[in-house]
């Protein structure tokens, strides 16, 4: 059983090539779809990684100061019994001055 052809006349041709220009605007018209949606995923992504560094940049800052923080809690704790310690140690001292309060006073 043989199927039975279409004569190819100018009329199927043409056809043809409707048919063809037809997908081919389908194709074109999903292509600049897709397109535009990756255009908003890179658009969200680069919002996102910019978003990422600044958080980083904040948290870096805080730790930073934490950080900063503790040492001085450090330095109270230790600093304001300096001289008793030393003295345990039977290292003789009488009194001791803080950088702190020297730089604090505009001698920067």
């Known amino acids: 059983m043989s199927q039975q052809q279409t004569p190819l006349t100018a009329e199927v ?6 048919q063809a220009a037809e997908e081919t605007k389908e194709i074109k018209r999903q292509a600049a779809e897709e397109t535009e949606k990756l255009k908003r ?3 969200e992504t680069d919002r996102k990684i910019q978003e990422v560094a600044r958080l980083s940049k904040e948290t870096e800052k805080k730790i930073s100061e934490l950080g900063s923080r503790v040492g001085e809690i450090v330095e109270n704790m230790v600093g304001s019994d300096i001289v008793r310690q030393f003295q345990a140690l039977g290292i003789a001292i009488k009194s001791h001055s803080r950088y702190k309060n020297f730089w604090n006073k505009g001698n920067k």
Request: glycine share 0%; net charge neutral; proline share 0%.
């Open 13 to 18: 041709i043409f056809e043809m090539f409707r």
């Open 41 to 43: 995923m890179f658009q």
